[in-house]
T-cell receptor, first 115, second 109 residues
Framework: DVKVTQSSRYLVKRTGEKVFLECVQD?????MFWYRQDPGLGLRLIYF???????EKGDIPEGYSVSREKKERFSLILESASTNQTSMYLC??????????????FGEGSRLTVL | GQNIDQPTEMTATEGAIVQINCTYQ??????LFWYQQHAGEAPTFLSY??LDGLEEKGRFSSFLSRSKGYSYLLLKELQMKDSASYLC??????????WGAGTKLIIKP
């Protein structure tokens, strides 16, 4: 089974703190994604990556950065956390590319609360 | 702009049938996904439609009409474990996924 593992299920941070969310997948997928999920809204894409050291901005990249130094690991960084970044963060991976769409495999999610 | 609409919440009875609708307006179309998400858990893949018609997979079926910008997920013989949110997502012309807000399905005994 494909497994996508997120390092922390629950985090509580203070405004201004730096936050690292780690995601690891074990199926050699090229594509990895970070979403945030808020009540009443669809999943919103923050950043994605199609290859090592490659990153692309999604719909809401402001206030976030990412790192993909190894194929299996995709990290989301909040340089200075703010209360409006309180959310559920979901990491996903896939083999999907142009002409060969495939399903997304999601991690369990990291619920971040910023006080 | 791009938009996916689905009902916020639906209630159904154990053993019955329920249809969850999804309408979309997107820049191009390269397929439509349905995902299931139990409370506090990760979304899991249910179905993918790219051609018009009905795809059946056990108790779950998914229908697509591209000309109408419409899909539905049909769940038969409902079980309590089907209580979950159901997410509709469309792959647009740039192969980006556009997500609906999800439909929370409540199953009553």
């Amino acid at each position: 089974d494909v497994k996508v593992t997120q390092s922390s299920r629950y985090l509580v941070k203070r405004t201004g703190e730096k936050v690292f969310l780690e995601c690891v997948q074990d199926m050699d997928h090229e594509n990895m994604f970070w979403y945030r999920q808020d009540p009443g809204l669809g999943l919103r894409l923050i950043y994605f990556s199609y290859d090592v050291k490659m990153k692309e901005k999604g719909d809401i990249p402001e206030g976030y950065s990412v790192s993909r130094e190894k194929k299996e690991r995709f990290s989301l960084i909040l340089e200075s956390a703010s209360t409006n970044q309180t959310s559920m963060y979901l990491c996903a991976s896939s083999l999907w590319d142009r002409g060969n769409t495939g399903e997304l495999f999601f991690g369990e999610g990291s619920r971040l609360t910023v006080l | 702009g791009q938009n996916i609409d689905q009902p916020t919440e639906m209630t159904a009875t154990e053993g019955a049938i329920v249809q969850i609708n999804c309408t979309y307006q997107t820049s191009g179309f390269n397929g439509l996904f349905w995902y299931q998400q139990h409370a506090g858990e990760a979304p899991t893949f249910l179905s993918y439609n790219v051609l018009d018609g009905l795809e059946e997979k056990g108790r779950f079926s998914s229908f697509l009409s591209r000309s109408k910008g419409y899909s539905y997920l049909l769940l038969k013989e409902l079980q309590m474990k089907d209580s979950a949110s159901y997410l509709c997502a469309v792959l647009d012309s740039n192969y980006q996924l556009i997500w609906g807000a999800g439909t929370k399905l409540i199953i009553k005994p």
